[in-house]
């Protein structure tokens, strides 16, 4: 805390020090007295017209600059389209000038390029896209595109590095225009070169659905353009760095990029065995396949974006049918981690294809302590402790390709290939207690060992048709997906209940060998039909079919000496299941002058087919042969006003199938104390969703602010029924249905300079409340959660060798228990940030990053602190600066570990889980360019 305290006490000596200088102010206007808004004004020196402050007019053509040193100075005006005007101005004895009005003259064509490029201005607007010029905003060499983002105004990097502009999530960033390993950002911000940039550019990107038919929708994605200097086309550019240090550890890590006009080529690749991973989950998002209905990717057609999609997941999240990478948390424990990614796009004549292949592996350790307290009825509990070690070895494998071709004018192909494959080798080693006083205690040990393989493709076709009639559009798609996973395992436990009174239960002591193989193909095919009404009008009509096909078969063998096995009746399924699903549904949509209304009605079916037995071609044991019929509407609304202010509001109703894994009739006692059972008889989950939001972004003043309010209304959710034996303690949970919950959600932020180009701060406020029901031995409890979220950023760069962020969250967190509230908790989380970028002299910079965590519990007397102090030096050597040598120390303090914190629908948790702590690397890196880049352009 002592670091954000100076922090917070620099910032505020700067502002003060800042209120005695020169306010200059003045207006901008065209030949025709009209004001020139979002005109690019700038203070220079006139010496060497080095760059002292810009700004953009507002919507009166005004402008003011504050806080501006008394020094000789030049101001310019530029406008897209016009002449430059730029002249020297003189300073007044008093703390305000105002300059004599500018007036702008348009510029005659054959004078364009000319202009245009002595015209050069930090920011500005180009129709809705806001453009920044790279080589006004100074890093130092060797910086990434996150470290030039950090400089730009009305952009920031959060805690997790994700790209925040004008109060939003940017959601994709692209590199000249084409994708870069598929739209992910942090494999663009943090693997491109700041030096090799030219412009970026910032805008609101139309959704697929928008771009094939032609109609606006209101759905817009944030995107980054990021377009590199013509010197960097014409060579290669990337980095290399290798690192050792301290107690073993190293790190490594290479990058390489070759663009051209036609071909795009990326290869990144790291290994370490210091927790470093490269990505994140954000990251990983953009692998997705068939859990993900993405428009552009699935050719999901019909009601999707604001309105939430209805269309049904079969997979429901389940990993046996997702193409995401899937995620460890690396992070936590001591991990070795190698990772290899290949990109490559290209474009020409109207063929587009872009391609990525990414293989990463890990070995993790995670030793752990967890205890969970459960609540009961009349204000009886109990607490279970578990202290594990658990080795994870993963390698997962994973392809996409896309292909894209306009057959002419009026016809687009688009198809797309993903393959994955997977093997986790996992070795679980634990001990667990149930603790009801200091007498009554059950413990078990479990020594589990399992391995598996998995793998899975998918194929997408999607055929795009625009008429004469503009607005008139058809497109059908196909999809067919294919998964496989075979797992094997031993697992072995020995018990000792309490209180137990079944001489026969086989939770007592287990020795087993299990095997799993898994299944699954999904076919899909969707039509669209758009037809214009009196131009503002549009009829939109759309059919989904789904099939899937399914097969479970699960075996588990007693060993009953070491040469024999015999199959457990009771634990072995095969399981086969066929859903089959059809939509369709129409709606009108009304778009004029940035208004756009939706409302539509669709009717969708799903048909659940399945029997069970112990064994394949066995006796069936079970059957499941059931038809649901829903109506579901949708209403969205959108509008975009002068001034960048957008409001919007919308409706939906969702209709999902159970997750397979729910439907699946065994037991899964891998840990006797918790066991789960599946429920052939679940029925699909029904929500009705509403949402509200209101964003504005000025990019004259850098003012952004934007609000939302999301809410969901369970008809029938699906819970886990939790029946608690009363002498044992033993938990077997049951998916069932209930009806009655509800979410509420809400997000403010407010973004504003406190001084211009120099200092930000973006405030934020995620209020939240939760109804949650669960059913425990049978009977509906309720459970109420409100949390109060509460964030502040500051960002401080107010001369080129320093830059100082700091930021801080604060969640308290109030759960009340129906059934107990003697049991109610209050849990509080605290974070803060602040990291530090100086220059020195003779081409030393410091790096300094401090984060503190804080976890309380007052109920159960938990109170945890996590200072983590990290610190780099490093120096830029050559004459080029290419070579960098950098010592790096992690976790000065020596405080590193995971810490959570939660409470439940009838449990509060928390956990620590031993983590990597102090360590010292010295590394050296090398910056690859093929071509000297020109400084001054």
Do not use: C
């Not at 007036?103 to 390029?113: G, M």
């Not at 059809?582 to 009108?588: L, P, T, Y």
């Not at 949708?634 to 202010?645: D, P």
């Amino acid at each position: 805390m002592k670091f954000l305290l100076s922090f917070l006490l620099l910032a505020t000596t700067f502002a003060l020090q800042a209120q005695s200088k020169l306010t200059i102010r003045g207006t901008v206007k065209d030949t025709t007295n009209l004001p020139l808004d979002y005109t690019s004004v700038l203070l220079l020196s006139p010496t060497d017209s080095a760059l002292v402050a810009y700004t953009l007019t507002n919507k009166a053509g005004e402008y003011q600059f504050k806080n501006v040193d008394r020094q000789p100075l030049l101001i310019k005006a530029t406008y897209m389209g016009y002449i430059p005007f730029q002249k020297e101005l003189a300073l007044p004895q008093t703390d305000v000038l105002d300059v004599e009005e500018i007036t702008l003259t348009p510029i005659l064509q054959e004078l364009y390029e000319v202009v245009v490029k002595a015209a050069k201005a930090p920011l500005m607007m180009r129709g809705d896209t806001l453009e920044y010029d790279a080589s006004k905003f100074k890093v130092p060499p060797g910086a990434t595109l996150e470290d030039l983002l950090r400089k730009l105004p009305g952009i920031q990097i959060d805690v997790d590095g994700n790209i925040v502009a004008q109060g939003q999530q940017v959601q994709k960033v692209t590199v000249d225009g084409r994708r870069f390993f598929g739209g992910n950002t942090k494999m663009a911000t943090q693997n491109l070169n700041a030096e090799s940039i030219s412009k970026l550019q910032l805008f609101d990107d139309k959704s697929e659905q928008s771009k094939l038919t032609g109609v606006e929708d209101g759905v817009k994605e944030k995107t980054l353009n990021v377009e590199l200097k013509e010197e960097a086309k014409k060579g290669g550019f990337g980095k290399i760095s290798a690192a050792g240090g301290t107690d073993g550890r190293w790190s490594s890590n290479a990058s390489y990029n070759k663009f051209d006009k036609v071909n795009q080529f990326s290869i990144i690749g790291y290994g370490n065995n210091v927790n470093q991973t490269g990505l994140s989950w954000d990251d990983l998002q953009e692998f997705r396949g068939s859990g993900a209905f993405q428009f552009g990717d699935t050719g999901d057609f019909g009601f999707n974006g604001s309105g939430g999609v209805t269309f049904i997941s079969f997979s429901g999240g389940d990993r046996e049918e997702s193409f995401e990478i899937p995620f460890n948390n690396l992070s936590s424990g001591f991990s070795n981690n190698q990772a290899i990614g290949v990109n490559y796009n290209r474009l020409k004549d109207k063929k587009d294809f872009s391609g990525n292949y990414f293989y990463s592996r890990s070995d993790q350790i995670i030793e752990s302590f967890n205890s969970r307290t459960n609540f009961l009825q009349n204000n009886a509990s109990f607490t279970s402790t578990d202290q594990s070690l658990q080795n994870n070895v993963a390698g997962h494998h994973r392809a996409n390709l896309r292909f894209q071709n306009e057959l002419d004018s009026a016809n687009t192909l688009t198809i797309n290939a993903k393959g994955r494959f997977s093997t986790l080798t996992t070795s679980l080693a634990s001990f667990q207690e149930l603790i009801r006083s200091s007498t009554e205690q059950s413990q078990m040990e479990r020594d589990n060992q399992s391995n598996r393989w998995s793998g899975a493709f998918q194929g997408t076709a999607i055929f795009r048709h625009k008429f004469q009639k503009s607005g008139r559009n058809f497109a059908a798609s196909m999809s067919n997906t294919y998964s496989n996973a075979d797992q094997d395992g031993i697992q072995k436990s020995i018990v000792d209940l309490v209180n137990s009174t079944d001489p026969n239960t086989y939770f007592r002591n287990l020795d087993q060998v299990n095997q799993a193989l898994n299944s699954s193909n999904v076919f899909k095919s969707s039509l669209l039909y758009v037809e214009p009404i009196k131009k503002i009008f549009f009829w939109e009509t759309f059919y989904n079919f789904s099939q899937s096909i399914s097969e479970i078969n699960r075996k588990v063998f007693d060993l009953e000496s070491s040469d024999t096995r015999e199959l457990n009746p009771d634990l072995s399924r095969f399981f086969d299941n066929t859903i089959t699903y059809n939509r369709v549904g129409s709606s009108i949509r009304y778009a004029n002058k940035g208004s756009n209304l939706s409302v539509g009605l669709a009717a969708s079916n799903y048909r659940l087919n399945g029997q069970f037995s112990v064994v394949k071609e066995g006796e069936i044991l079970g059957r499941v042969d059931k038809s649901y019929l829903n109506l579901t509407p949708n209403l969205s609304y959108w509008k975009t006003m002068k001034g960048n202010k957008r409001i919007n509001a919308g409706y939906s109703m969702g209709v999902a199938p159970p997750n397979i894994s729910d439907l699946q009739p065994f037991k899964d006692i891998s840990n006797p104390l918790y066991i789960r059972e599946g429920n052939p008889d679940l029925q699909p989950e029904v929500t009705h969703s509403f949402n509200t939001g209101y964003n504005m972004y000025d990019p004259a003043t850098f003012i952004n602010f934007q609000f939302s309010l999301n809410s969901t209304f369970y008809q029938s959710q699906v819970v886990q029924n939790q029946t608690i034996d009363p002498e044992t303690f033993v938990t077997t949970f049951t998916s069932g249905n209930v009806s009655g919950g509800q979410r509420y959600f809400s997000y403010i932020g407010f973004g504003f300079p406190i001084v211009k180009t120099k200092f930000n701060a973006y405030l934020t406020a995620n209020p939240s409340y939760t109804k949650s029901l669960a059913l425990i031995n049978s009977l509906e409890t309720e459970t109420n959660t409100l949390s109060h979220n509460l964030g502040v950023n500051l960002d401080l760069t107010p001369t080129e060798w320093l830059s100082l962020y700091a930021g801080t969250s604060f969640r308290l967190s109030k759960t009340k228990y129906e059934q107990n509230p003697a049991q109610n908790q209050d849990i509080l989380n605290l974070n803060a940030y602040t990291n530090m970028n100086v220059k020195l002299p003779k081409n030393f910079y410091f790096d300094m990053k401090f984060t503190y965590s804080r976890f309380e519990n007052e109920s159960f007397g938990f109170n945890q602190e996590v200072p983590i102090l990290n610190a780099f030096v490093y120096k830029l050597l050559g004459e080029a600066k290419k070579w960098e040598v950098r010592l790096s120390a992690y976790d000065i303090f020596k405080q590193n570990q995971t810490i959570s914190q939660f409470a439940g629908q009838n449990f509060v948790s928390t956990g620590r889980i031993e983590t990597l702590s102090r360590y010292f690397l010295l590394g050296v890196t090398y910056n690859m360019r093929g071509v000297e880049v020109k400084k001054n352009r």
